[in-house]
């Protein structure tokens, strides 16, 4: 029987497996004498790659080793073949686990420093039945509390090939603004809640800031007003004498309409021109009358 290439061996090996496989335990699959070198391995797993580029699976390197795993956007088909829901986990067990990723090795003090509130045993029992802590020692201090750090399961668990591959804090915060702006809209900024008051140091502050807010908002309802009066002499044809509400205005067409926005465009752009030219003119002025007086010095 002839041997079948070495990267068929590795996808059959994988998918029977279960689990991550390293190189070393890859090279428990041949018989003494006959294992390949790593490089050998390496090289049929970026072949193996290549050739499920396009399917349903790929091959994944994590702390572990390498594994056959579904691809994500077959994930949520795939996941259908199990009737029971995912497990679904605690808001204090994540950021237990958050903390002890970023800040390892921690004791439980030092968690529950930095979240206000105590950790509770099962939360800490849980994390250690998922093999994604372990005790690494115990801090040389009164009552020696034990120091808790993630494992390669953790990182198998979450993808990931070591800790370096963790987001950074600053992602992270990036992340949540970016949350926030996609739950609060663009204008997150101006839908803030409003100041039940404002505190000034004194009344004169007091008055200045009111006119000041005052005189911002009429501005704003002259220039609506103003805009609204353009579109109306836009689109309504002019009628003697201001007609009162609800009395009826008639339309123009869509040729008039049209028209007198070119019109205006135009006009806009003469404008444009002619204030161009006045300050050509101004600039010319003001190099003629410098070489002037450098003649005169």
């Known amino acids: 029987m002839s041997t079948?290439?070495?990267?068929?061996?590795?996808?059959?090996?994988?998918?029977?497996?279960?689990?991550?496989?390293?190189?070393?335990?890859?090279k428990t699959l041949f018989a003494e004498g006959m294992e390949p070198t790593s490089s050998e391995l390496l090289d049929a797993i970026v072949e193996l790659r290549k050739d499920l580029l396009g399917r349903g699976i790929e091959v994944s390197e994590v702390a572990s080793g390498f594994r056959l795993q579904v691809r994500t956007e077959t994930a949520p088909f795939v996941a259908r073949?199990?009737?029971?829901?995912?497990?679904?986990?605690?808001?204090?067990?994540?950021?237990?686990?958050?903390?002890?990723?970023?800040?390892?090795?921690?004791?439980?003090?030092?968690?529950?420093?930095?979240?206000g509130v105590v950790v509770s045993s099962s939360t800490i029992r849980t994390l250690l039945e998922r093999d994604w802590v372990r005790v690494v020692g115990h801090r040389d201090v009164p009552g020696r509390p034990a120091m808790y750090a993630t494992t390669k399961e953790f990182l198998d668990y979450f993808g990931l090939q070591?800790?370096?591959?963790?987001?950074?804090?600053?992602?992270?915060?990036?992340?949540?603004?970016?949350?926030?702006?996609?739950?609060?809209?663009?204008?997150?900024?101006?839908?803030?809640?409003?100041?039940?008051?404002?505190?000034?140091?004194?009344?004169?502050?007091?008055?200045?800031?009111?006119?000041?807010?005052?005189?911002?908002?009429?501005?704003?309802?002259?220039?609506?007003?103003?805009?609204?009066d353009k579109v109306e002499d836009n689109v309504?044809?002019?009628v003697e004498g201001k007609p009162g509400k609800g009395e009826p205005r008639k339309v123009r067409d869509l040729g008039q309409i049209l028209q007198r926005l070119e019109e205006q465009h135009s006009s806009a752009e003469e404008t444009t021109e002619e204030n161009d030219e006045t300050q050509r003119s101004d600039e010319h002025d003001d190099v003629t009358a410098q070489e002037k007086e450098s003649d005169n010095e």
């Not at 998918?15 to 496989?21: E, F, I, K």
């Not at 029971?84 to 529950?112: C, F, H, N």
Request: hydrophobic fraction near 35%; glycine fraction near 4%; charge should be negative.
């Open 81 to 115: 073949l199990w009737e029971e829901k995912p497990q679904r986990y605690s808001r204090a067990l994540l950021e237990t686990l958050s903390l002890i990723a970023y800040r390892q090795p921690v004791t439980r003090g030092d968690i529950e420093d930095v979240r």
């Open 236 to 238: 309504f044809e002019p």
């Open 162 to 228: 070591s800790l370096e591959d963790l987001p950074s804090l600053m992602e992270i915060r990036e992340l949540e603004d970016t949350s926030r702006r996609l739950e609060l809209g663009d204008d997150a900024e101006a839908r803030r809640p409003t100041p039940d008051r404002y505190d000034f140091t004194s009344d004169e502050e007091r008055e200045e800031r009111g006119a000041e807010v005052l005189s911002q908002t009429e501005d704003d309802l002259a220039a609506a007003s103003a805009l609204v």
């Open 4 to 26: 079948p290439p070495l990267k068929n061996i590795l996808e059959a090996a994988m998918m029977a497996a279960g689990a991550p496989l390293s190189v070393e335990r890859m």
